[in-house]
Every structure is written in C-alpha cells, then in structure tokens.
C-alpha cells in the first residue's frame, strides 16, 4: 500500500491530535466563547463537510477542524458540569463513605458521595475530627451511609511551590468542594442511593468488593505494615497506607510506577487470564471473558486514568486478535486516548494520564531504535544479554517519554532509573502473580499461608532493595523548575534528536548500498 507519509499509517493519531487541540482551545476560551457557539460550529461545519465529497483534500481538512470544534465543545460541557455552586452556609446532607477512610493525625480522611440535594452523585473530600482514640471516624468502612451537617467550600491548592495542580485533579475526579467534620455534626444512617446513577452504584459495588479483599486477604496474614501497604497498592490500587518515607524513597528511586497501576500491572493480570483460555475453539468466548474481568477490575481499583488506558487497549487487543491484525500500534494507543478524552475530557490534564500516555508513546517510537543498536555485536548471541537489553531499552524509552513530566510536576530526576527497573520490574511482576495465587489458595489455609512468606519476603526484597538504591549518592536532582514552554522544548529536542538520528541511519544504509 503506498501512504503519503508514514502519518497516513495512523489515522487515528490525527483524530487524537485535532482532540487534544480542541480541548486545549476550549479549556482556554471557557467563560469567553459558550458551549452553544461550540455546538452550532460543529453542527454547521459537518453539515458543510457533507457536501464536500468530490473534494477529498479538502473534506478531510474540514473533518480535523469539526473534531477540534468537537473537543472544545465537550471540555465546556465537562467543566460546566464539574463548575457546581456551593452554599455559602453549612449545609445538611446525606452521603456515603466512597473511599477507604485513613487516619491522618488528629482527622480521619475519607472521600464522600452525596446521595442528596442538588449534589447528589458528586464527590467531596471529607477530614473527620477525632474526638478520641478508636472513635467513631475510624470505623467507618466503605459503603457505610452518614448524616452530616457541614460547610462544603471550593477545593483549593495547597502546593503552592509545584505545578501540580489539586484543585484541578480533584475536579477531574468528580470532586466538587472539601469539608470539614466535627464529630458532633455527624452520625450513621442508613441511606438511599435512588439518586445515584447505575455507574455509581456499581463503582460503589467495586469499591466494596476492594475493601473487602484488603480486609480478608492482606489483613489475615503477619505482614508487616509497609510490606503490606505496597502489596495493596500494587494490587488493588490503595496507597492510603502508604507512609511518607515508603513514597519518598519510591519517589527518589523512580519506581513510583511501581505502586500507580498501569499497563505495566493489567498487563500482567492480561497474560493471566490468556493463559487460562488458550484453546482456540474457545478462543472468542475465553477473550469475551478477559475483557469483561478486565474491566471489572479497572472499576474495583477506582477506575484510574491509567488503568483505564491499558484496559482500552488492551480490549482493543483482543479485539483485532480475533481479526488476526497487529495489536499493539499508534492506533491503539490513540482510540484508548480518544476513548477516554471524549468520556471525560478533563483526563488531559490528570498526571496518570499524561505519564501513562507517554511512557507507552516513547516506548512505541524509541524502543526498536535503541534496542538495535548493539545488535550484530559479539554478545548478541547470549539469551540472557538479550533480555537484559531489552529491559534496558524500555525503561530509556519510558524514561524519554516521562521524564520532562516528573521533572515539571515533581521537581526531581532519578538518575539510577535502569538499576530500579532491573529490580523493580520483575519483583513486581513475581508479587502479582503470588498475589494472583494468594487468591485462588483462600480454601487452602495452609498453602495460602506459605504463599504469603514468599511474598512477604519479595516484597521486603524490593523494598530493602529501593532503599539502598535511594540512599547511593546523587540518587536524584532535586529542585528542578520548569514551566510549560520548556518542557514542549524539550520534548522537540528529542524528538529532533530522533528523526536526526533515523536520517543518519538512512544515510549510513544508502552509502553502504552504493558502495556494494
């Protein structure tokens, strides 16, 4: 097939682009262009494209401005939605707990769902005050329904020496204001989730299904408490255990991946439930079943952004497998990015996107290119140095494609990032699958219980292991500042960097051809 361009291979990656134009573009004239203009501009100009079909050229180009019509159309309805009016007095509402209460201090953090009033179905993030050891605050569980008497107020920033933003994270999870609990203006109740649209209550189902496994599973067994906050976290996806020096030294060493599920951790759960379902006569309805369990998983852990991308993907694997099409590709990525840019346009500027996204783009452009390059070499021959190099491969892509984000969000580089994958990577891997197996040996006591010492003991490998690394000298550059501008730079210098170095490697096979 001739293409004019390799862009023409991804057609799909145009749409994505013109989205994320589009958002941008209504994201910045919001209060300044209305939802209505949007909407009417796309209308007019698809009504307009129709009528081009004799024109290809320019149809197509006219087709990229109603996608970016399209995005900002649907940004201006999200962040209206999202852009509710709080009152200006405490109020009285009913809620239920949506989120594994911590205690922190002197308060008990939970996050709430509204059930009533004009709230109901938003978020809010809720600091109980203890009123004494063992209060009442600590044994609230997910699911359990609250009375409350409140003032809800606007999210604000308390970051103010880094770019990441907390109030626009908290609106892109769907939650709405803050608020601050006495324990006198609270008590239990049973509450009716009428209100609650179907999604709601069957997140609030997942969440309670998750709250029960860390209870039952985690919790039945001597592990201590850091061993065991990292297991729920790589698992299930609840880092509220985790303390402040287990983030740091994580945080330091560049394996924070490790513990925010990603591709790296459905992928795993992926090869599982594939392994379980290899016969071909079955082989349709066994992908039918990972898709579904997949999914189902995304909704326990809390539906995360990037959890929610590997999942899209990974459906679309299974998908084009049974069409017998490449599975992994910039297409791909690029229906998952489209796929949850038009459910929630918001999801552009949440950092587990954006890190995910790229982490999985710079692999698909740079892996191949830095993993040939000792190809041919004396040692290629050797197995084990092959899948070392290719740890090694992935982990610089990843490493291009995130870095710059780090770097302006959290002000720090990992400079020992390789020797953390090449502990952190498989570790992981072996604790998911003996977690996996930690699951299916419930009804074996006695199994169950030997599973979990090696678990325990990888996990406090990992652990011990990311703590030597953290303490090496010069383990991370700190203080990093960045503004937007720099790091659109900066990622223009690789990717110039890339195509400069594809055009000396075309040069370099041309010579060598002529000379032949």
């Known amino acids: 097939m001739i293409t004019n361009g390799r862009i023409q291979l991804y057609p799909l990656l145009r749409v994505a682009i013109m989205l994320i134009i589009g958002i941008i573009l209504g994201n910045a004239l919001y209060g300044v262009v209305a939802q209505w203009v949007w909407m009417l501009s796309t209308v007019a100009l698809l009504s307009v494209s129709l009528l081009l079909w004799r024109r290809p050229i320019i149809q197509s180009t006219v087709i990229m401005i109603i996608i970016i019509l399209a995005g900002a159309w649907c940004v201006t309805a999200q962040i209206r939605e999202v852009s509710v009016a709080l009152p200006d007095v405490p109020v009285e509402y009913?809620?239920?707990v949506a989120g594994r209460p911590v205690v922190r201090g002197k308060v008990v953090r939970c996050d709430l769902l509204l059930t009533?009033?004009?709230?109901?179905?938003?978020k809010v993030k809720a600091s109980i005050l203890r009123d004494a050891p063992y209060s009442r605050a600590e044994r609230l569980s997910v699911g359990d329904g609250m009375r409350i008497a409140s003032e809800l107020r606007e999210p604000e920033n308390y970051y103010p020496e880094s770019n990441f933003d907390y109030r626009r994270w908290l609106l892109i999870h769907d939650f709405v204001a803050t608020t601050f609990v006495l324990p006198s203006s609270w008590q239990s109740r049973q509450v009716s989730l009428e209100r609650l649209s179907r999604l709601d209550r069957i997140a609030l189902r997942a969440m309670r299904m998750r709250d029960s496994l860390l209870a039952h599973i985690y919790a039945g067994h001597d592990v201590p408490d850091d061993e065991q906050a990292v297991v729920a976290a790589?698992?299930?996806g609840d880092k509220s255990a985790l303390t402040k020096e287990l983030k740091e030294t994580y945080s330091i060493t560049g394996a924070s991946h490790v513990l925010a599920l990603s591709g790296l951790h459905l992928g795993i759960i992926y090869v599982i439930l594939s392994l379980l379902f290899l016969r071909r006569r079955t082989y349709a309805v066994g992908q039918a079943v990972i898709v579904v369990s997949m999914w189902a998983y995304v909704f326990m852990v809390g539906m995360q952004p990037s959890v929610m991308r590997a999942a899209t993907m990974f459906s679309l694997c299974s998908v084009v497998s049974l069409l017998n099409r490449d599975r992994m590709?910039?297409?791909t990525l690029s229906f998952a990015a489209i796929v949850m840019l038009a459910s929630n346009p918001l999801y552009l500027w949440d950092i587990g996107f954006q890190m995910s996204f790229m982490a999985v783009l710079a692999i698909f452009v740079f892996y191949n290119p830095v993993y040939r390059c000792l190809s041919g070499r004396g040692v290629w021959r050797f197995r084990p140095f092959r899948w070392l190099w290719a740890m090694t491969s992935v982990s610089v892509a990843a490493q291009l494609g995130v870095a710059p984000l780090i770097a302006y969000y959290f002000g720090r580089f990992s400079c020992y990032f390789l020797l953390t994958n090449m502990l952190a990577v498989p570790l992981t891997t072996f604790i998911i699958y003996c977690t996996f197996v930690l699951f299916v040996l419930t009804p074996l006591p006695a199994l169950q219980s030997w599973v979990g010492e090696v678990l325990l003991t990888s996990v406090s490998w990992l652990n011990g292991?990311?703590?030597f690394i953290a303490s090496l000298p010069g383990a991370s550059i700190d203080g990093i500042r960045?503004?937007?501008?720099?790091?659109?730079?900066?990622y223009v210098v690789i990717a110039c960097v890339y195509w400069l170095g594809v055009y000396a490697v075309r040069l370099h096979r041309s010579a060598a051809y002529i000379q032949k």
């Not at 960045?482 to 900066?490: A, N, Q, S, T």
């Open 234 to 236: 790589m698992t299930l």
């Open 94 to 96: 009913e809620a239920v």
């Open 116 to 122: 009533d009033g004009p709230l109901a179905g938003h």
């Open 329 to 331: 590709s910039l297409n």
């Open 465 to 467: 292991g990311l703590g």
């Open 482 to 490: 960045l503004d937007v501008p720099r790091v659109v730079l900066i």
